[in-house]
């Protein structure tokens, strides 16, 4: 069997997939009948291919038959894709809408990578594994709960912590004193290290932040020496975590520790970076030579596409008013890598004036107070069930009042001075509200209608 890249376009979905319960006729039939089995998964897998592409690791198993590729392995993902690319594909209006709006939210790959299978006899055997579980380790082996847990923990709490003590290791390798309260914390009090830098205002005051598994220094070394010894002293003697599980008890410990903190007046024009390298260690890359001769550091990330480099790339407003479409477009040219303070103000501000103009454009008197309500009047206008996947992250960062990215978070942007925008948290407003402007538009036109 050889590699091959295939257009979409060029795919047969496989109108005999076990997945059916009869054979289906058409392309037309064929997507009616995954969908039939479950259209919230296939909206769902639409909304990651968006976001991150097709799953490299599960390539498309394509048998050739006369002047038809037919997909014997991988009909979902191809699926999604052409419902991507032409929504009109889905059965009823509903889903058509929402495979549409998934698509405006980002761009969909064209080509996928497939595998050529000769027959279905030749392929048989690999699909069968990839579908029916373990068969005694041959197949797919499924990760225990812990095996899961350790593999996902990179975004958790407690794995910042494992990444933020690896970074303090390698910044004061000469302490001993220090190093012995790291090692303490490691071994006993990890997860209430990481429910402190879990704290995205902790994280602001002491001088740090994270990029994937990569931890950013705000202030220079000698800076936050006194505060990263006071934090792992206390850490390893007496501060347990029920004295700083909630916000309050966590800005009181702030407010006592106070003559130790870093001023921002000494804040690095660029934050000094720390990444695990391959054997587990710490290592530094503030672009010296010596950073840039280790072939242990990070990587280059992916290079980003337009939606991810810049605010509501997908968004056109044309039926708010003059000034709301024009803030927009002014917000559309702003690099959120250059300017991420700016860019992470500027969400809150499109965001804001969009579902005000909307509102008052409606008539709309009621649940104007605050901006929780003035955009959960306008969700529950455009997805009253609130089963439109694109808009879920809208709904969880405005409505809901703690966890990642909650309204709290978007107003201490504009208004906290500790605050300290990430530009992954920048990109992910900026795709979690993006459908949520085009639906409040779409509401306006209909009013014009």
Not at 285 to 312: H, I, M, V, W, Y
Not at 343 to 357: G, L, N, S, Y
Request: proline share 4%.
């Amino acid at each position: 069997m050889k590699q091959v890249s295939m257009h979409v376009t060029s795919l047969t979905l496989d109108e005999i997939n076990p997945r059916h319960a009869k054979q289906t006729s058409s392309l037309e039939e064929s997507i009616a009948a995954l969908l039939e089995k479950g259209s919230d998964k296939i909206l769902r897998l639409a909304r990651d291919i968006v976001q991150h592409g097709v799953n490299p690791t599960e390539l498309v198993v394509v048998m050739s038959e006369g002047d038809r590729n037919i997909v014997l392995e991988g009909n979902r993902r191809v699926a999604a894709l052409k419902l991507l690319h032409k929504p009109a594909l889905a059965p009823t209006e509903q889903l058509q809408k929402k495979f549409s709006a998934i698509a405006r939210s980002g761009e969909a790959p064209r080509r996928v990578q497939c595998i050529i299978a000769e027959s279905r006899i030749q392929a048989a055997h690999w699909i069968r594994l990839r579908h029916t579980g373990e068969n005694n380790g041959i197949g797919v082996v499924r990760w225990s709960t812990s095996e899961a847990s350790r593999f996902g923990g990179r975004s958790t709490p407690t794995e910042k912590a494992r990444l933020f003590i690896d970074a303090i290791s390698n910044l004061y390798a000469e302490d001993t004193e220090l190093l012995a309260d790291v090692a303490a914390v490691r071994n006993s009090r990890i997860t209430t290290l990481g429910r402190m830098i879990g704290d995205p205002d902790v994280r602001s005051r002491l001088g740090i932040s994270f990029d994937e598994d990569v931890v950013l220094c705000g202030f220079p070394r000698h800076k936050m020496k006194p505060i990263i010894s006071q934090l792992f002293r206390d850490l390893a003697g007496a501060l347990s975590v029920d004295r700083i599980k909630s916000k309050r008890q966590r800005e009181d410990y702030l407010r006592q520790v106070e003559d130790k903190l870093p001023k921002l007046a000494d804040r690095l024009d660029e934050p000094e970076k720390f990444s695990r390298s391959i054997n587990g260690e710490a290592g530094s890359d503030n672009g010296s030579s010596e950073a840039a001769n280790n072939t242990n550091t990070k990587p280059p990330g992916r290079k980003r596409a337009d939606f991810e480099k810049r605010l509501f790339q997908s968004v056109t407003l044309r039926h708010a008013s003059l000034r709301t479409s024009e803030v927009l477009e002014e917000a559309k040219r702003l690099s959120i890598d250059d300017m991420p303070n700016v860019a992470a103000i500027m969400v809150r501000i499109v965001v804001d004036i969009m579902v005000t103009d909307a509102a008052e454009q409606l008539g709309w008197k009621r649940n104007q107070g605050d901006l929780k309500s003035r955009i959960g009047a306008v969700l529950n206008q455009v997805d009253p069930d609130k089963d439109d996947p694109s808009l879920s992250d809208a709904w969880r960062f405005s409505q809901k009042e703690e966890g990642a990215l909650v309204l709290k978070t978007l107003h201490s942007f504009v208004h906290s001075w500790q605050s300290n925008p990430l530009t992954s948290e920048v990109r992910k407003l900026s795709m979690a509200y993006t459908p949520l402007l085009i639906k409040a538009d779409e509401l306006l036109a209909k009013r014009k209608r």
